[in-house]
Structures are given as structure tokens and as C-alpha cells.
């Protein structure tokens, strides 16, 4: 089961000064550690969106830092107990002094400042979350626009052996490498994405933490992934050593690989622990989370 860490955080700034004392840039401690470069950009940068649970966040982060030769009280910070602020109420004399006046002004025009700003972020919360809903009514789903590794999974297309179609998939990179379009391709029935369903194991999530409506991945070496869904939509793609895609889509998933050793599968919420390595191919139907 994943552990929890209460009340921790990673100070970003000590994994950075640490990394750039042993001369590695981001891609370079990505592959020494079997991560990708976002993972170590968004821990050293204070963020999260690409990782699971704030428990994933601290393995990820205690897994980069023994890396870089550091103790754990060296990058990790007890984070203070939330409580309840009581503001003690500004006296009501006539006669008080201007400073408390003038005091009294500035916090209300903070409090006004603070209230535009939370106004203007509930309002791009809003149509974010809007555009998704539509994406998903019309089958198209798209990837977060902060920084995850989300690619544009394509609708369903008829099963025609001669027709072949690709589409281009926009990536979201972080600043430290320029924006660029990778391909992905979309086929039926051909390599490599042709199986015998009798080889094919059988997964299933035993405590399901989120809906099966996604599966991440990661490889530990360079090798092609088709990734087919219950709609029989097929996706395509190459990935190397230490580059991670989340693809989106109906379960139950059915993974073609190369090598599913070299492969780091995330569904529901949970890593992928298959009982055989006999097999590179591998199925995984979704656990409904109402049985939990």
C-alpha cells in the first residue's frame, strides 16, 4: 500500500543546488534514476500536477535524493499544523491614533486585491473544467495544460484493414526544452499492435483509488507501445528511456510491448504488479469504485 506522509514537503531549492553541484542537468538525473525530466523539474520547481498523490511526490522525491547523495531532513519540511486564525477586532474609539486608521486601510485593500485574484483564478478554474467536460461528450480528450505529459487520444475510427490515420499530438513541455509536435499514430489491425488474445494476462485493480479511464505509463528503456481500448481505439507511440504519457480512453486497456519488464504501468491510482513476466502483453480491466 502507499505510504503517507502528513504534514511534509519537498524543498525544491536543496534538490536543484545538489544537482547542480554534481554537474546533471534534468535529463541527465531523469535516466539516472529511471524518471523523466518533468518529475525532477516540477520537485525542485515546488510542484505537482504530474504526480498522483502528495505520498507519490515524497517517494519520487526521497528516490531523486538518494541519488544525489542527500539525507532525507536535507530536502524534506514539516509543514506547520493548520489553525484557525482569530483576528482581535480594531477598537472602535473615535480618538484612536491615525496609524490604526491608516492600518485598517491597508489590510482591507489587500483583502480587496486578494479577492480580485480569487474571483479571476474561480473563473479560469471554471472554464477549464467546462472545455474538458466538452472534450469528453464529443470523445476527444485532452491533456492538462500544466505541465503533465497528456497526449490528444483520437475518436474511434472504422475498422477498415487499408485505412491508416495520423494524427498530430500536442505536447506541453516544460521551459526547459522548446515546444515541439510528436506523431501518433492510430491503425487497426497491424504491427505492432497485432496480439493473440491467449497470451494476452489479465489484471484487475484490487483497491481502487481513481476511475479507469486512464493508464500511465513509463518506460526504463527506448521501445514502441500500442495501447488499445474497450472501443477498440488504438494509439500507437515511441518512448525512451525515462519518458512517461498518460493515454485516456474506455477500460479495459489491452498493452502491446516490446519488453512490459521495461515498463512502469499506473491504473486507478495504483502501480501495475503483474504476477508473470512470461508475457508482454497485458489487459487491464477497471474495478468499479462503488465496491470499495
Not at 510542484?47 to 535524493?65: C, D, E, L, N
Not at 519540511?77 to 493548520?82: A, V
Not at 487499408?162 to 489491425?189: C, F, G, R, Y
Amino acid at each position: 500500500m502507499t505510504k503517507q506522509f502528513p504534514n511534509i514537503d519537498v524543498d525544491g531549492d536543496q534538490l536543484r543546488f545538489a544537482r547542480e553541484a554534481k554537474g546533471l542537468t534534468l535529463k541527465e538525473l531523469g535516466l539516472k534514476v529511471c524518471l523523466s525530466h518533468q518529475h525532477i523539474a516540477q520537485l525542485e520547481n515546488n510542484q505537482a500536477t504530474i504526480f498522483f498523490t502528495p505520498s507519490h511526490k515524497i517517494q519520487v522525491a526521497k528516490k531523486v535524493g538518494a541519488a544525489l547523495g542527500l539525507k532525507e531532513n536535507d530536502y524534506l519540511i514539516e509543514l506547520p499544523e493548520n489553525k484557525d486564525e482569530v483576528e482581535t477586532p480594531l477598537p472602535t474609539n473615535n480618538q484612536a491614533p491615525l496609524s490604526i486608521e491608516l492600518l485598517t486601510k491597508s489590510k482591507q485593500e489587500k483583502k480587496s486585491a486578494f479577492g480580485l485574484h480569487t474571483l479571476a483564478f474561480s473563473i479560469l478554474i471554471i472554464a477549464v473544467g467546462s472545455m474538458m467536460f466538452f472534450n469528453e461528450s464529443t470523445n476527444l480528450y485532452v491533456r492538462q495544460l500544466v505541465g503533465s505529459d497528456y497526449p490528444i487520444v483520437i475518436e474511434p475510427i472504422p475498422s477498415n484493414d487499408n485505412l491508416s490515420i495520423e494524427k498530430i499530438e500536442t505536447t506541453m513541455l516544460t521551459s526547459q526544452e522548446p515546444i515541439e509536435a510528436q506523431k501518433v499514430s492510430t491503425v487497426t489491425a497491424a504491427n505492432p499492435c497485432a496480439y493473440e488474445k491467449q497470451n494476452a494476462m489479465t489484471y484487475r485493480t484490487a483497491n481502487p483509488s481513481k476511475s479507469g479511464e486512464m493508464v500511465y505509463m513509463m518506460s526504463k528503456e527506448t521501445q514502441t507501445i500500442c495501447v488499445i481500448d474497450s472501443q477498440n481505439k488504438m494509439t500507437t507511440f515511441n518512448l525512451e528511456a525515462g519518458q512517461s504519457k498518460t493515454i485516456f480512453g474506455q477500460a479495459p486497456f489491452t498493452i502491446v510491448s516490446s519488453d512490459l519488464e521495461k515498463i512502469e504501468l499506473y491504473f486507478q491510482g495504483w502501480k501495475v504488479k503483474p504476477q508473470t513476466n512470461e508475457t508482454n502483453i497485458i489487459r487491464l480491466e477497471a474495478t468499479d469504485l462503488a465496491q470499495n
